[in-house]
């Protein structure tokens, strides 16, 4: 008899920890350009991410799921919402758009109107809200890394983040600002105003020293928010 | 006996009268860009089509809607079909979308990649679609109206409606091309290789004769799928 | 013996006068766009700059004369310097140019690659200097006078005004920084990030507080140089 | 007596056959962008004029010599005139110019405007001829070598073609019109609508096909000019 009891016990306590475990494990995802598709490669920022939160033993609180796409405006990521991010049933979106909306105006006349941007942005973040999910916003970082304002398209991704920055804070949606993070960070170690090789390989894509920087500061974000 | 089965046809001969009735006022919503936001203007292809359904006597049959929003591209009304489309239940939806897809390349930086053209575009279908609704097609008419190809955006108009109509045939769907309509007209009318005045008043935007031939083969193709 | 003395004497006032006269009035030809252009026209800078020297009682010194043609580029007035320029025979040339270099790129795919502005810029003062004309240089001042650097096009004036900043001064030539002084101005004067009408009322073209900063400027490097 | 007669006689063959060889060797400078660049390599459009020429055994008539530079528009050519084509004193300058001037639009946003291209061109010209050079004006081919007019870019460069046949039938100047060959090219032999491959290996670029075509033609210009 007393067997059966300590077994039931047992069992209880197994199944509550299982319970715990599976209901523990934030699902996390990202969703965003070719930054992001490269994120989750081995040293992407993903990837840093990932491997920080194991050494932090807490790999069995956090599941991070990539879902970039290279070439990706927001209006884009409107469109596969629901079947790249809602289907997967995420406790946290961080979405990471912007460089291309911008880029690509002066590389193929395809970017995206900053009336529109907005437009689009708040209808991608209402649909993900209207889930109960939760929301990271992230600026576009840089085109090009000088940092005596003279990258071509500093005016527009300013623009941009300014819409981004003021938006999470009207909503009160948790914010990393990488805008600010990179032209800081190249005030402080790039004088001899490099075009890239700072913290990007391309003047776009993050080299080591981006990746780390951004998994850093996602990291941040995510601690204080879960 | 007989009075059950005389009440029985009644019964029969009422709802199906209710039910021609309910079915017989075809709500058609013309989807679009400023060309069908001025269309429902007096004077308009729309205000064109309804006298036209008007002297043949079928305004019981048909109930038009204008549903165009100036500068859009195919992926606005993506956007904004719930809203300004489906909550309408229409019988009917008439797609005219694509000059500004190609157009607000040159002009501002923000036109729609090709290949996206065709994603958004399939989508939008596809969404229609879903809900029973039955689809004209319509393909970008003119920016510009010489003759000679020789108007700067020729080339992608041609490409843009080229996917239209290769869509339209692959998924057996209605097209009224007036991309061909306005071409054919100004190859037999426009010998002087103006740039506006024929079909349009300002290169783009429909004037009297323009918005009669838009009318005439919207009523035609309306008439041989209703 | 005092007649002699006399003599000389008198001859070295007429010499000085002689010399006095006709290198008083200096002829300065003020070459650019539609900012110049407008430049002659009453409360334009130059007419300003011209009541300043008739204030001063200097009109006998100095002879202006506006060389500005809306939507001209640097290879514009490289084309029309002979005719436009050297054949006035001027003392001094100021070069205004660079806006529309940046700013057609976007608005209509018709801008000036960085490198060729700087040799088509190069060619321009070399083919000045070779007639011993003295030269002003003047940056670009703005397209939109938000002080955040979010206009569209500050990164590429910056850039553009950075090339002339150093041409300047490797070449020892005299420079009005117009973007520097627009930029300082709105960085005080412009708290509400208003995108014009602090010193444009267009974002590119000069209200009256923008004509007087510039005639300011302008007079201040003139009195320096002659 | 005799001897002197003789002598005379002499000088004459002698003064004869010099102005011969003076006048026999017609130095043609093809002056262009990219497409003349590589036309001067192995297989390149001006080698294999210069083979035909041997094979005609016209060696010692003409002299042929490229100035052409990758990326080149209409005002490269005009400010690079004196360096590289009216210092080597030619006897014919072949332009070909204006794929850059309309690629460049979309490219890069540095095209050249329409009203622009024509100034430069004329501009370009009439230096040509102040010198007593004759000249040979050739069409901008191809950018994309689809046959049913939806290359992106066809409009315009139809446009720009126009103008230079325009231009050239006013002026009496030989022209080698490479859009129109290029095009019935086409028409005739890409039936499946290739984008490249036909004449080009890139779209822009001339395959074995394409100098083959172009060398042709101008051989036949050159014969029926000299």
Known sequence: ???????????????????????GRQKIVFFGDSITELGVKKGGYIDLLNNQIIRHG??????LMGAGIGGNKVYDLYLRLERDVLSKEPDVVL???????????????TG????????????????????????????????????????????????????IRKYATEKKIALVDCRKLFIDYNAKYNPKQLDKGMLTYDR???????????????WESIQSML
Chains 1, 2, 3, 4 share one sequence.
């Open 1 to 23: 008899m007393r067997i059966k009891i300590a077994f039931t016990v047992l069992l209880i306590i197994s199944l509550m920890s299982l319970s715990f475990i599976q209901k």
């Open 58 to 63: 807490k790999s069995n609180q956090y599941e």
């Open 112 to 163: 995206t109107d900053y009336d529109k941007f907005g437009i689009f942005y708040d209808a991608l973040v209402q649909k993900i809200q209207a889930k109960g999910i939760k929301l990271i916003l992230v600026t576009p970082a840089v085109i090009g890394e000088r940092s005596d304002h003279s990258n071509p398209q500093d005016g527009e991704l300013n623009l941009y983040a300014n819409w």
């Open 95 to 109: 979405v990471w758009i912007g460089v291309n909306d911008v880029w690509h105006k002066s590389l193929m006349g």
């Open 204 to 218: 776009v894509h993050l080299n080591d020293a981006g990746n780390q920087l951004v998994a850093d500061a996602i």
